[in-house]
């Protein structure tokens, strides 16, 4: 009748570390399949804002430049695939912005240069919202990779796991999705703190 007992022991332990490979395989799983593609994305996408606004910051000297001048001078003209010709500025008064799809504004050069402020500013915006993604998924990766950690510690502290540990690990777990969701970053901090999770 013991060994009986031990047998079902035994069965318990396998399928409880059977349950934490389980869980330790789906948080690695999500942090490689979901959160580093996203992570990656919001990274590329603020590089990118990055480019364009030094784009528009040249453009900004360039037409303040212009605004000084009294006669016409040169300047370099894009004649596209990033070729590039001196031209002779007949008019320094006229300046044509690029706008897209091969379109262009005509305008003088302190209305470009509110245009180009104007697209700086949105830019700016955008840039600091994809740093705030980006440092998000990073504190979830962090959050995960915490996660995993407790549950490899449970493993080796308590070979008979007790099912309230991965409970209370699940809670968290939608806990941190409900937080995500919610957008608000200071709850989402003090969670994070509360759980000792640094960001990576």
Sequence with gaps: MASAHAVQGDRDDACDREALLDEVIKYRKFVHERLVPDLNASIERRDALNVELEE????????????????GGTELVHLGADVYAEGKVHDPHIVYLSIGLGFYVQCTPNEGLEIARVKMGALREAK?????????????????????????????????????????LQRQ????????????????????????????
């Design 56 to 71: 528009y910051t040249d453009l900004e000297q360039s037409l303040t430049a212009s605004t000084s001048e009294q006669e």
């Design 173 to 200: 777990v939608e806990e941190l999705d409900r937080l995500t969701a919610s957008g608000d970053a200071q709850e989402l901090e003090a969670f994070l703190e509360r759980h000792g999770v640094a960001v990576p």
């Design 128 to 168: 600091a919202r994809a740093e705030e993604s980006a440092t998000s998924i990073r504190r979830r990766i962090g959050f995960f990779k915490h996660m995993i950690d407790e549950v490899k510690g449970i493993w080796s502290r308590d070979p008979s796991l007790e099912e309230t540990s991965l409970a209370q």
